[in-house]
């Protein structure tokens, strides 16, 4: 969706080419859908912790037939992936148990959902450096 054609502005910043100087900082939306995988989706703290670039990954997630469904991230040993799952800015659920695997489940209606997935240790202070997800839908 186009919400500047004057400005080349795509919703979820297909168009954008300034990575802050970390080529893994973009796409700023990698795409995932049901049964689908998203592999290498990398953080990393190099800007500032928390809330700065690159610290927050994000995956536009499009569900298409309502039901349960299992958002599944995975990373290296050592690491801590967590998740908000947001639609229409609204926060439906998270998951931010410990271990290098998470594992988000829930009832999705159609549409366009949001997931915001980190590394835990990226936004506490003690950063592990860039650490790369692979995000699966059943």
Not at 19 to 39: D, E, F, K, Q, R
């Given at each position: 969706?186009c ?93 931010d ?14 549409g ?27």
């Amino acid at each position: 969706v186009c919400v500047s054609p004057e400005n080349n502005l795509y919703i979820y910043g297909s168009t954008e080419t300034n990575n802050g100087g970390t080529a893994t900082n973009l796409p700023v939306y990698a795409v995932l859908g049901a049964g689908g995988t998203v592999s290498n989706l990398c953080g990393n703290s190099s800007n500032g912790q928390r809330n700065k670039l690159g610290v927050r990954r994000y995956v536009k997630y499009t569900v298409s037939t309502a039901g349960s469904k299992t958002i599944t991230i995975t990373g290296p040993s050592g690491s801590d992936p967590d998740i908000l799952v947001y639609k229409q800015g609204v926060l439906q659920g998270s998951a931010d148990s410990t271990g290098n695997t998470e594992r988000y489940s829930g009832s999705f209606t159609t549409g366009v959902y949001v997931l915001e997935i980190f590394e835990f240790s990226h936004i506490t202070g003690t950063s592990r450096g860039p650490t790369c997800f692979t995000v699966t839908s059943n």
